[in-house]
């Protein structure tokens, strides 16, 4: 194939990456050659020049490397070979860097000198620790956009000495964009100028275009370069309007109105469940339902994909019953949990003193792409006051702990809105702890499962039996990148160990080891409670901003909880509620499970001896 074929062939493959990325056209056809030949030619136009600040006090934030323009004529916009190839020193994920720094050779070493390491250790530890905790100043990343979800997950890279020498500025003369190279499978930063540039100008790039148009959010988000007090602002939370609820949801209708008889069961007839659920399929087993098949014959439709069609149930169906309720998203989503559990707070957001936000049950919850100014603000509140301030923050709309991070460094939070939408919520800093003998005292959470039978009037029920989850490795306040000392859900790996205990079997350790906290009389009723208010909060509006009414509607929750000390108390904090939860070990432990579910939801038999009833 010629030469134009190739190029022909380059730009199929790469346009959508060009295009998305805004590189223009003119460079196009340079930055193919500059690919197929290797050429990195960015040291006959640009000089790397080590800043020596001598007596003066250098800040943290002052670069100590700079990149100018070097070439007598300056460099053009318009010129179609000012295209030039910036190689990636550290290409890793989150969840091996410190691995990365301790095993590859001279890693550690580069990073150091690349990020100006000024401290008389030469202890490794103290290395790695600073390289973690500076890198985030000078790491980009790039997504995927095909695979499993696990694929497209943010990958983070650091740039060669050239690429870091680049610094931060409003009013930037270059672009920088990561862009993957498919012949070779491999990534490279691209550095173009977006003005003309005269010779002895520094290289200058906005580290944080297109994220912002709001000159506070922006100012919040550039602190990782620029200092910035947000002291005086406010951390107050308010409730967005019902656009936010709507922002990104799957349109959906709501039922037409329907008569209670017709949703009258014939106690001679089984009702027949379709279920897209292999354990509804094994394991309801009660006489009283018969699994089939086929939708159409369905009494009781099953789903694990998302239903949004009400309306056209109830014309079309009205006898029939469906596992979902219209709008039990603003429960099911992160970031919408928490707005929507901020109802029960009353008039008093926070307690001035301790800074701990209501209500005392929902751990203090930001939104870092709409709520990024106030949480900023909060955290330096913390800070000033010598706060713990630790943070986890999450996708809205993840599970699995993807793309999950715990920090307490301000700079690593605020570069993470630029993958993707999260939340930030506070860490459980203090959580109670359960003795593992093997390995010691380690972090737990718990799961009840949770069934919502209507919304007007508001009947909910917990089930009695609830499940635990440890984590491997015992708890302290640091490694937080280490998976298992922080979190408890170990089944996403073959490989990783899994310890099953059965809450009858966790209360009588319970008694020995908190015999001053009964379960029972004191921890489950704290639970139940919290349980009750979380379901209030969610009927209290109406939809989008909450959980319509549907007569056809019954739904089942798994909802995943800690206990956090509270000065000598216990206090359980909310976590999240999932849609369609994996049951499989209800299954297991108590093969009863649907069949008390099922009989719950569909045929009124509300066993006190195996439900708790959440209803006001």
């Not at 985030?136 to 990343?141: E, L």
């Not at 792409?369 to 713990?388: C, I, M, N, W």
């Not at 490795?473 to 790996?493: G, P, R």
């Amino acid at each position: 194939m010629d030469g134009v074929g190739l190029y022909n062939r380059f730009v199929q493959s790469h346009r959508p990456q060009l295009e998305s990325s805004g590189v223009p056209s003119i460079f196009w056809e340079a930055l193919f050659k500059k690919l197929q030949y290797q050429i990195f030619d960015s040291g006959l136009m640009f000089q790397l020049i080590r800043i020596n600040y001598e007596d003066a006090p250098r800040d943290p934030k002052d670069p100590v490397w700079k990149l100018f323009v070097i070439s007598e004529s300056g460099i053009s916009a318009s010129d179609p070979n000012n295209i030039f190839l910036v190689d990636h020193a550290w290409t890793y994920d989150t969840a091996n860097a410190r691995q990365n720094l301790a095993s590859i050779p001279g890693l550690l070493d580069r990073m150091c000198i690349l990020m100006s390491y000024e401290f008389e250790t030469d202890e490794e530890c103290d290395k790695i620790e600073f390289v973690l905790k500076e890198m985030w100043r000078y790491n980009q990343s790039f997504s995927l956009s095909r695979g499993e979800i696990e694929d497209r997950m943010p990958i983070w890279y650091i740039m060669d000495e050239v690429g870091c020498a680049v610094n931060h500025s409003d009013d930037p003369n270059f672009r920088m964009v990561p862009f993957l190279y498919i012949p070779e499978g491999v990534s490279y930063t691209l550095m173009f100028p977006i003005r003309d540039v005269e010779c002895e100008e520094e290289v200058r790039r906005d580290f944080i275009e297109g994220l912002t148009n709001d000159e506070k959010t922006r100012r919040a988000l550039r602190i990782p370069w620029v200092d910035a007090s947000f002291l005086g602002e406010s951390f107050v939370q308010t409730e967005p309007n019902e656009d936010y609820f709507l922002t990104g949801h799957i349109s959906e209708t709501l039922p037409e109105d329907i008569t209670p008889e017709v949703l009258q069961r014939n106690k001679d007839r089984k009702l027949k469940v379709y279920s897209q659920y292999t354990y509804v399929n094994d394991y309801l087993t009660d006489p009283a339902f018969e699994i089939v098949y086929n939708e159409r014959e369905a009494d009781i439709l099953w789903y694990t994909d998302h239903f949004k069609q009400y309306k056209e149930l109830s014309i079309r169906s009205p006898h029939v019953f469906v596992n979902q309720f219209p709008f039990e998203n603003v429960l099911t989503i992160k970031d919408l949990l928490c707005i929507v559990c901020r109802r029960k707070a009353g008039e008093n957001t926070h307690d001035p003193v301790t800074l701990e936000t209501y209500p005392e049950w929902l751990p203090t919850t930001y939104n870092l792409r709409t709520e990024l100014v106030q949480f900023v603000a909060y955290f330096e509140h913390r800070k000033s006051r010598g706060l713990d301030n630790h943070w986890i923050c999450k996708p809205w709309n993840l599970a699995r702990g993807l793309d999950t991070h715990i920090t307490n460094n301000l700079h690593h939070i605020l570069r993470l809105p630029g993958t993707g939408p999260k939340i930030a919520q506070k860490y459980i800093s203090d959580p109670v702890l359960f003795k593992r003998p093997e390995i010691g005292n380690v972090k737990f959470d718990i799961r009840y499962v949770v069934m919502l039978k209507s919304v007007k009037p508001l009947r909910a029920f917990a089930y009695k039996n609830f499940f635990l989850r440890f984590a491997n490795k015992e708890f302290a306040l640091n490694n937080f990148d280490l998976y298992e000392q922080h979190f408890t859900v170990m089944n996403y790996s073959e490989d990783t160990p899994l310890f099953h205990l059965k809450c009858a079997d966790f209360i009588l350790e319970w008694r020995r080891r908190y015999p001053d906290y009964p379960w029972s009389d004191y921890i489950e009723p704290k639970i139940l409670d919290m349980f009750q208010q979380v379901f209030e909060a969610a009927v209290a509006e109406k939809p989008p901003k909450g959980i319509a009414e549907s007569p056809q509607s019954r739904a089942v929750y798994a909802v995943d909880l800690m206990l956090e000390w509270r000065e000598n108390e216990m206090q359980p904090m909310l976590l999240e509620l999932n849609f369609s939860p994996d049951c499989k070990r209800a299954c297991e432990y108590y093969p009863d499970f649907y069949n008390d579910v099922f009989r719950c939801l569909f045929l009124d038999d509300e066993n006190p001896e195996m439900f708790h009833d959440l209803s006001p």
